[in-house]
């Protein structure tokens, strides 16, 4: 079964240091991999997908991901933080069957300091 | 761009009541997906429609809860009767076709007292 496991529930930086989320997948298969933004009392927005066409991915806002099978990862990064990059992020897998079933890591919230 | 509504924003409501959600997804959209976020948590499926038809409700409480898509177009979740554990965020969500990215609406969060 398809499974992601977001290592840290919280992560502190300060304004214009990178940032590091990490994520670990367990998939049977070559999966297909997300990460979404959620800031307050919104809905969820999509930074980046991988899917097997290159392993670094860039996404929006100055966010990338490295999918690295050989250690089940893909860490979200960004070299410099701002202010409006606190938000909750999740990582995620699909599950590919009948009902292409998105399945949600538990998240990881951002705190930026000024 | 467009976007995902969703109504009401906020929800509150006391327990064995009912309650109901509504969710227009983007014109021409044919999958619409519920979902349901527990505080801290990530959000969880509850049910899938694939235009007008369930594609997946496995985990979705049957003896409570209750979706529809009848015309294929906008949807409503309803919870009868409320109880306290389902205090949460419904976000709604839709994608083009099944597999391409999802869009999803700012969420109703209901308050179950």
């Known amino acids: 079964a398809q499974s992601v496991t977001q290592l840290d529930s919280h992560v502190s930086v300060s304004e214009g240091t990178p940032v590091l989320l990490r994520c670990n997948y367990s998939?049977?298969?070559?999966?297909?991999l997300f990460w979404y933004v959620q800031h307050p009392n919104k809905g969820l927005q999509l930074l980046l997908k991988?899917?097997?066409?290159?392993?670094l991915v860039k996404g929006i806002n100055g966010f990338e991901a490295e999918f690295k099978k050989s250690e089940t990862s893909f860490h979200l990064t960004k070299p410099s933080a701002h202010m409006s990059d606190a938000a909750e992020y999740f990582c995620?897998?699909?599950?590919?069957?009948?009902?292409?079933?998105?399945?949600f890591g538990s998240g990881t919230r951002l705190l930026v300091r000024p | 761009e467009a976007e995902v509504a969703q109504s009401p924003r906020y929800k509150i409501t006391e327990k064995s009541q009912a309650v109901a959600f509504w969710c227009d997804p983007i014109s021409g959209h044919a999958t619409l997906y519920w979902y349901r976020q527990i505080l801290g948590q990530g959000p969880e499926l509850l049910v899938q429609f694939q235009d007008e038809s369930v594609v997946d409700d496995s985990q979705l409480p049957k003896d409570r809860f209750s979706a529809e898509r009848l015309k294929g177009v906008d949807s409503t979740l309803k919870i009868q009767p409320a109880e306290l554990g389902d205090s949460a965020m419904y976000l709604c969500?839709?994608?083009?076709?099944?597999?391409?990215?999802?869009?999803f609406g700012n969420g109703t969060r209901l308050t179950v007292t």
């Open positions: 995620v897998v699909i599950r590919m069957d009948s009902s292409y079933k998105l399945i």
């Open positions: 991988y899917t097997s066409a290159a392993t």
């Open positions: 998939s049977s298969y070559s999966p297909s």
């Open positions: 969500a839709s994608s083009l076709i099944r597999d391409s990215p999802l869009h």
